[in-house]
């Protein structure tokens, strides 16, 4: 069955970065569209970033763009997503998401806080 | 860029009620709609796609329904498993991002 597994979370300070992994099986990973989503403590859900099947496009929300990055490496069935210049609002769950027959992991927490 | 707009945000029901969670978007998208339901801690699960579809696995009394910009999702009996946070997502091959509604808050009354 379809499995999205993220990793990479924690506690950083703000400015610094971190690296969010996505491992995904159970599906032929290099046919998919993959997104990243995000949620706020107690808020709802934001789109972070997509990336489509061989990398070639990508897109951002224009809350991250220029300091976030997403990538993957279909070798590895692996999505993922750095964080750059990170801020206290960037304090979230992260999500990995497959388009088309919808599909979600199960998240990995990122607190930016001194 | 395309708005989708929950209502109610929060709603209070009873076991064994009807309840109707709407959405609506700022401008057509087809039957390019999701449900989600979300628990405290928990991934959102998916519940219906493309408007109408149930998701394998979830329960029959979850439907769907709409297509253009006005989307309904209801319960036909809540169950105390029900009493969680629902969204609505556009997605689309057609345009990259995805969009979310506010949420909406089904408790118990």
């Known amino acids: 069955q379809v499995q999205l597994v993220e990793s990479g979370g924690g506690v950083v300070q703000p400015g610094r970065a971190l690296r969010l992994s996505c491992a995904a099986s159970?599906?032929?990973?290099?046919?998919?569209?993959m997104h990243w989503v995000r949620q706020a403590p107690g808020k709802g859900l934001e789109w972070v970033a997509l990336?489509?099947?061989?990398?070639?496009?990508?897109y951002y929300a224009d809350s991250v763009k220029g300091r976030f990055t997403i990538s993957r490496d279909n070798s590895k069935n692996t999505l993922y997503l750095q964080l750059n210049s990170l801020r206290p609002e960037d304090t979230a769950v992260y999500y990995c998401?497959?388009?088309?027959?919808?599909?979600w992991g199960q998240g990995t927490l990122v607190t930016v806080s001194s | 860029d395309i708005q989708m707009t929950q209502s109610p945000s929060t709603l209070s029901a009873s076991v064994g009620d009807r309840v109707t969670i709407t959405c609506r978007a700022s401008q057509s998208i087809g039957s390019w709609l999701a449900w989600y339901q979300q628990k405290p801690g928990k991934a959102p699960k998916l519940l219906i796609y493309?408007?109408?579809s149930l998701e394998s696995g979830v329960p029959s009394r979850f439907s769907g329904s709409g297509s253009g910009t006005e989307f309904t999702l209801t319960i036909s009996s809540l169950q105390p498993d029900d009493f969680a946070t629902y969204y609505c997502q556009h997605y689309s091959t057609y345009s990259p991002a995805w969009t979310f509604g506010q949420g909406t808050k089904v408790e118990i009354k």
């Open positions: 998401a497959r388009a088309g027959e919808l599909s």
């Open positions: 990336i489509l099947y061989d990398g070639s496009n990508k």
């Open positions: 493309m408007a109408s």
């Open positions: 159970g599906f032929t990973f290099n046919t998919y569209t």
